[in-house]
T-cell receptor, first 110, second 111 residues
Framework: RKEVEQDPGPFNVPEGATVAFNCTYS??????FFWYRQDCRKEPKLLMS???SGNEDGRFTAQLNRASQYISLLIRDSKLSDSATYLC???????????FGTGTRLKVLA | DTEVTQTPKHLVMGMTNKKSLKCEQH?????MYWYKQKAKKPPELMFV???????INESVPSRFSPECPNSSLLNLHLHALQPEDSALYLC??????????FGPGTRLTVL
């Protein structure tokens, strides 16, 4: 089993739709969780950190479920510009070894 | 300023060449990272420096040699690379175990 798993997609959704991605992790001692987006041939850019209480930034909401060992990302009112690959990242306790999921591709269609 | 800079943006080198990639950040972060990324794959960790000391080497071949001259700079020295080493090389930095910030990368082609 991979340490961090994501559905690779692609998720093809119409503009205005709501879409959700999950990311599961295997190490229960993981301490920090992040969502990044990566556009084609560009570097990953931080989208959100994921806190135990959940957090929201505009149209984006991230949740952490420690009991079931997954994090989620919800995008409301999808825009064409949201088309990208979304990477979840998990860090085990006390290590700089950030572990990337394989990424989920999102295409928002006009 | 959440900027990490990398030079060069593109690099083409032969298998006998020696070249270096450079990375700089001025956010006061004490952890800096090198990643390699192939097309349609996630970034793959190569090296981590923490407080200017090498703390993680992910069994990277010796033809890649990292260097951290000071807390703001990170280099990756390349020698005798193979065509399969062609990839996007990303530098990142973080403050402790918090969010990483990535540079734009160097796109390397080995002929």
């Amino acid at each position: 089993r991979k340490e961090v798993e994501q559905d690779p997609g692609p998720f093809n959704v119409p503009e205005g739709a709501t879409v959700a991605f999950n990311c599961t992790y295997s190490n229960s001692a993981s301490q920090s969780f992040f969502w990044y987006r990566q556009d084609c041939r560009k570097e990953p850019k931080l989208l959100m950190s994921v806190y135990s209480s959940g957090n929201e930034d505009g149209r984006f909401t991230a949740q952490l479920n420690r009991a079931s060992q997954y994090i989620s990302l919800l995008i409301r009112d999808s825009k064409l510009s949201d088309s990208a690959t979304y990477l979840c990242v998990v860090t085990p306790l006390g290590t700089y070894k950030y572990i990337f999921g394989t990424g989920t591709r999102l295409k928002v269609l006009a | 300023d959440t900027e990490v800079t990398q030079t060069p943006k593109h690099l083409v080198m032969g298998m006998t060449n020696k070249k270096s990639l450079k990375c700089e950040q001025h956010m006061g972060h004490r952890a800096m990272y090198w990643y390699k990324q192939k097309a349609k794959k996630p970034p793959e960790l190569m090296f981590v420096y923490s407080y200017e000391k090498l703390s993680i080497n992910e069994s990277v071949p010796s033809r890649f040699s990292p260097e951290c001259p000071n807390s703001s700079l990170l280099n990756l020295h390349l020698h005798a690379l193979q065509p399969e080493d062609s990839a996007l090389y990303l530098c990142a930095s973080s403050q402790n175990y918090n969010e990483q910030f990535f540079g734009p990368g160097t796109r390397l082609t080995v002929l």
